[in-house]
């Protein structure tokens, strides 16, 4: 049987269908008849007798053959996409680098895109893993009045006043650090720790895996000692023993009751991970007045309030203090920020910038793909054209043409989502370390579903209009021109297409330069110290044996004694707080007899150092003089400030033999500036300078110095001498852990790293597509005008005549498309916003380089066209015909 | 069944059967009848159509256009896959049926 291209009948052509078949059946029948011998006229009326009632049985079927049909409707509908779906595979069987090419397209498009979209909706669209977490505000002091522009944490007095007299809150938590080191029961451990108010676990709602959390009556002073762990601690040190509850650990040499353990999942809304919670207790009554701000404080609002509710209610209060306390509370405010804000904000801007940049290329893939397809339609004219006339609607073809385009988007887009699942994973570094504790990054239905809607969006955006172009009417005209033209506004719509995608890689491009720059710029910054060669090692000597600074210090010295003798070991000095680490300290800083300036700075961030770490770590000492071994505990208190404390706090003086003063009050301590450094980037390099006092570790010695090694052969040997000396000196002090400073400075550039070569990568990927597109577009724009070419050669146009034609073309359509693009590109600046360093968002270099590049690469694309172009036979052209 | 002779249900199962090896039209279904049961069951021609397009919409029979040898377009009849299951099972049930029919039919007269 030979299969015949029939579409299936509407309701009217039921009877036609049935009136037919009848007809079909008495022919037949009658031929029979004929052979038998009769003639037609008998046979016919023999072939109608055998029949019966022919009017009847017609309309006995015609009744059920339109049942048939109604009940057929939904199943008729998918069997037809099911010959869609087939032709749609054949066809794109038949041209395996069409097909490759657009699933692969759409594969890494989607793919980018699902993975980015993971991460964004795991971390910027899912609320925090806490109960009613939008109740949640972290809670800072407000010193942008009195010339601050960070926000501050609270004084132990000033949490209890907020803390009490607000009708906002159904609860108000503080927490600050605290390193306990863990002794007596196998090797001694620094872990780490934090001191939370009673209610912290309340305020969070959280409840415990095993006994108790901590409640306010911990907090009271007569209170036993105790303390939760965390779950991985518990498995780690533990052994996940039940029994823990009720045991007593050595904590700083003091004993503390253990009373619950956490839930594996859960995870505190800090920068870090606590082994271990323990009471703040009192924090009133810790000798910490309204001038100490050591304390964090996050709040839970009550149901319904706003948080410009709440910023008005403790506002109040903040207001009442200052009038109480001018000294320490005058222009205090009161600086509330969700706690979702506060913990994801960072993030914000670079997902949000990388998210647009995947958009955007999808969306040039997108073009890309349209473009290829009206050059397959415009092929398939012909086909097409037969079809309509064999009785195929238009609704029909577009449908058809679409199903292939869906095809395509589907397969695209399964590979997309592995891909996308996979890509999660590595795009999860994009996001800090503490976030991604807290919002963990998987793959969930949302993003599933995202990809599904992508991947249909996709779809139709690719397949739409080149079906839509494919079936207009005038096209069915194009049996009679043998297929071959497709007419100007086809070749316009594609001409569009190419602009767009230009425009938007140029977009990609300006920010993918941008950021490749700040990178550059960032990475050639001077941090003001040595970046490699040292490596440092802290460690914690408990609380317990070491009661104050002086018994810290002579600890700390035989320890350097030793070292400093170790042939492993060329140089060693101390800090207590390595550069470009987590943590900061600062002390008030008042200038003594210097007039008060409302932009002098209130407080100075602070160093100890060993009077050999300025030479160590290659810090320049700019005037005055450096530490001596003279200076400490007992002899007059010195410092060392930077160039930019200098500034600010005596602007065209020589700070040198100047005092700061730690406090208002004539009891507080002063410090003589005996010299100045040139100042640093301790905080990273795309962190500005802030004033920085340094002074003599021996004056102010801590329990937890970070000792500065400089190896004489190689980092392990040194660090293996230094432990070997520490066990000798005191062999129950653990050490907290060793960083080398190559690897703090890489990590403080490995984020603006991978922002750089992520948008780097989907900047070339924008590029390539979008030359790809407009070498799509130039050589089939050549090879339809292959006969018009070969007229005007053979009427003696000049190739290279020829050869401008075609590359000005090309050029014109680079030039709208960068034109477009640089103007979108305007606004680019806006959306990387943090992420810049050292460029304007107009940076020159970027919007000179971008246009040359693509204009190079578009002119190219244009070249082989154009050449094929020029070395048309104009005999071989027209015969074609 | 009207107009036929045939006992109930034997029109279908002849249908089924005649489906069975490939698509057909209409006519061929007919002679295919009339031939294999040596024309000696006497049908309306028509008939055969009503029951036709009861089975198609039963979903035994799929319609399928194709061209006949001389190159007409004619509507075929499929047998589907249900349609196929359908004709196993009454095969079976017409064997028994025969069966049992013929051993009444030729027992002793009852004692």
Request: charged letters at 20%; one cysteine or more.
């Amino acid at each position: 049987m030979k299969k015949a291209f029939h579409l299936s009948p509407g309701r009217d052509g039921a009877s036609e269908d049935v009136r037919r078949e009848i007809e079909l059946h008495l022919e037949m029948r009658a031929r029979e008849f004929e052979a038998q011998g009769m003639t037609p006229e008998e046979a016919r009326q023999a072939a109608l007798a055998a029949f019966g009632d022919r009017s009847a049985i017609e309309a006995e079927v015609r009744s059920l053959r339109g049942t048939t049909l109604r009940s057929r409707g939904r199943r008729e509908w998918m069997q037809e996409l099911l010959q869609d779906l087939r032709v749609a595979l054949r066809g794109l069987r038949r041209a395996p680098g069409f097909t490759a090419t657009a699933v692969l397209t759409l594969a890494l498009g989607i793919g980018a895109n699902s993975a980015l979209f993971s991460v964004l909706r795991s971390v910027l669209l899912r609320p925090l893993p806490y109960p009613n977490s939008n109740e949640l505000i972290q809670v800072w002091s407000d010193h942008r009045a009195r010339g601050r522009a960070e926000p501050e944490w609270l004084t132990p007095p000033d949490f209890i006043d907020w803390r009490d007299g607000n009708r906002t809150f159904s609860g108000m938590a503080a927490y600050q650090g605290w390193g306990p080191d863990l002794t007596g029961s196998g090797e001694p451990e620094a872990l780490g720790g934090v001191s939370v108010s009673g209610n912290y676990f309340n305020v969070l709602g959280t409840a415990p895996a095993l006994g108790r959390l901590l409640s306010m009556a911990d907090d009271d002073a007569g209170a036993e000692p105790v303390i939760v762990l965390s779950d991985a601690v518990w498995r780690r040190r533990f052994g996940a023993d039940p029994g823990i509850l009720g045991k007593q650990l050595n904590l700083n040499g003091e004993p503390w009751t253990v009373v619950g353990v956490l839930p594996a999942a859960f995870n505190p809304p800090l920068g870090v991970r606590p082994e271990l919670y323990r009471a703040l207790r009192r924090p009133a009554t810790s000798g910490c007045g309204r001038g100490c701000y050591v304390l964090r404080v996050i709040g839970r609002m009550k149901p319904g309030v706003t948080i410009e509710q709440a910023r008005i209610d403790l506002g109040g209060i903040a207001a009442r203090l200052a009038r109480e306390f001018p000294g320490t509370n005058e222009k205090v405010g009161v600086w509330l920020v969700p706690l979702h804000t506060q913990i994801t904000g960072p993030t914000r801007d670079p997902l949000l910038a990388l998210g647009a940049a995947v958009g955007f290329v999808l969306l040039i893939a997108c073009a890309n793909l349209a473009n290829l397809l009206l050059v397959r339609g415009a092929g398939r004219a012909r086909e097409l054209g037969v079809r309509a006339a064999l009785g195929a609607g238009r609704g029909r073809l577009v449908r058809q043409l679409m199903t292939e385009s869906s095809t395509l988007a589907a397969i695209g887009g399964g590979l997309g989502l592995l891909l996308g699942i996979a890509g999660s994973n590595l795009l999860s570094t994009l996001v800090p370390g503490n976030v991604r504790n807290i919002q963990g990054i998987h793959v969930d239905g949302t993003v599933i579903g995202f990809t599904v809607a992508l991947t249909l969006l996709s779809g139709a955006l690719f397949g739409l209009l080149p079906a839509l172009q494919v079936v207009r009417p005038e096209l069915m005209g194009a049996l009679k021109s043998g297929g071959r033209d497709m007419g100007g506004a086809g070749g316009r719509l594609r001409s569009g297409l190419v602009v767009a995608e230009l425009a938007f890689a140029v977009v990609l491009l300006v920010g993918a330069g941008l950021l490749l720059r700040s990178f550059l710029l960032m990475q050639r910054v001077d941090l003001g110290y040595r970046t490699s060669g040292v490596t440092f090692v802290g460690i914690g000597l408990p609380r317990a044996r070491y009661p104050d600074g002086a018994r810290a210090l002579l600890t700390v010295e035989e320890l350097l004694g030793r070292l400093r003798g170790n042939p492993a070991i060329r140089s060693v000095e101390i800090t207590d707080l390595p550069p470009l680490s987590a943590g900061d300290q600062d002390v008030t800083a008042i200038p003594v007899g210097e007039p008060r300036r409302t932009d002098q700075p209130e407080a100075i961030w602070y160093r100890a150092v060993t009077p050999g770490y300025f030479a160590q770590m290659q810090m320049r000492l700019v005037s005055g003089r450096n530490f001596t071994p003279e200076d400490r505990l007992g002899s007059v208190e010195v410092g060392i400030i930077n160039e930019e404390a200098a500034r600010r706090f005596w602007p065209g003086k020589d700070p040198v033999g100047r005092i700061l003063a730690q406090g208002e009050d004539s009891t507080a301590p002063r410090i003589t500036i005996v010299g100045v450094v040139a100042s640093a980037r301790h905080d990273g390099p795309n962190q500005p300078y802030k004033v920085e006092l340094f002074a003599p570790f021996a004056q102010t010695p801590s329990r937890g110095p970070t000792f500065v090694l400089e190896p004489a052969r190689d980092v392990e040997s040194a660090l293996a001498a230094f432990r070997q000396a520490l066990k000798e000196v005191d062999p129950l002090v653990p050490v907290a852990g060793s960083d080398r400073i190559e690897q703090l400075v890489g990590s403080a550039l490995s984020l603006p790293r991978l922002y750089a070569l992520l948008i780097g990568i989907f900047a070339t990927a924008a590029l390539l597509l979008a030359v790809l597109g407009v070498y799509g577009v130039m050589a089939y724009a050549v090879a339809q005008r292959q006969r018009e070419i070969g007229v005007r050669l053979a009427l003696g146009a000049a190739p290279s005549g020829i050869r401008r034609l075609v590359l000005g073309q090309g050029g014109k359509l680079a030039l709208i498309g960068t034109g477009l693009g640089l103007l979108a590109a305007l606004a680019v600046g806006k959306l990387l916003g943090s992420l810049l360093f050292g460029v304007s968002a107009i940076d020159p270099p970027t919007f000179v380089a971008v246009p040359i590049i693509l204009g190079g690469m578009t002119i190219l694309a244009s070249w082989l066209p154009a050449r094929r172009a020029m070395r048309v036979d104009p005999l071989v052209a027209m015969r074609d015909e | 069944m009207a107009g036929s002779d045939l006992y109930t249900g034997s029109l279908d199962l002849l249908i089924l059967k005649a489906t069975s090896w490939g698509p057909l039209h209409g006519y061929g279904i007919g002679r295919w009848i009339r031939q294999s049961t040596r024309e000696a069951l006497s049908v309306q021609e028509g008939a055969l159509y009503p029951a036709l397009h009861r089975l198609e919409r039963q979903g035994y029979l799929e319609e399928e256009w194709g061209l006949t040898d001389t190159n007409r377009e004619a509507k075929f009849y499929k047998l589907t896959r249900t349609g196929r299951k359908q004709l196993s099972t009454e095969l079976v049930r017409w064997r028994r049926y025969a069966r049992l029919m013929t051993a009444a039919l030729t027992a002793a007269r009852p004692s």
